[in-house]
C-alpha cells in the first residue's frame, strides 16, 4: 500500500529556513520520480521541485531555484526538501506526490511566513 507522510511544517520569519520531509512506504522512492507541489490560497497547485527517479537528479520551479533544494535518502525511503531563505509567497500547504499506478499524495504540511 503506497503512503506518504509529510512533515516539518510550520511557522518561519522571512529568510528563515525549513526542511520538510516525506516518508514513502509500500514503494522505494529510488524507483519512481517524487514531486513536491505547493498549494497557495486562491490558488491551484504549483510544482516545486521534481527528484528523478533513478540517479535523483533534482528539477526545481523558478520562483524556488537558488532557496530551495529537493533530496532523496534511498536508506530512509525519504525525500526532503530544503527551503531557504524563505518568502512571504513561500506560505502554503506543501505535498509530496508520486504515480504508481496512479497519482498518489500525502496529507499535506502547511508552511507560512510570517513576520
Known amino acids: 500500500q503506497v503512503q506518504l507522510v509529510e512533515s516539518g511544517g510550520g511557522l518561519v520569519q522571512p529568510g528563515g529556513s525549513l526542511r520538510l520531509s516525506c516518508v514513502a512506504s509500500?514503494?522505494?522512492?529510488?524507483?519512481?520520480?517524487m514531486t513536491w507541489y505547493r498549494q497557495v490560497p486562491g490558488k491551484g497547485r504549483e510544482l516545486v521541485a521534481l527528484?528523478?527517479?533513478?540517479?535523483?537528479?533534482?528539477t526545481h520551479a523558478g520562483s524556488v531555484k537558488g532557496r530551495f533544494a529537493a533530496s532523496r535518502d534511498n536508506a530512509k525511503n525519504t525525500v526532503y526538501l530544503q527551503m531557504n531563505k524563505r518568502k512571504f509567497e513561500d506560505t502554503g500547504v506543501y505535498y509530496c506526490?508520486?504515480?504508481?499506478?496512479?497519482?498518489?499524495w500525502g496529507q499535506g504540511t502547511q508552511v507560512t511566513v510570517s513576520s
Open positions: 506526490s508520486v504515480h504508481v499506478g496512479r497519482d498518489y
Open positions: 527528484i528523478s527517479w533513478g540517479d535523483g537528479s533534482t
Open positions: 509500500g514503494f522505494a522512492v529510488s524507483d519512481y520520480a
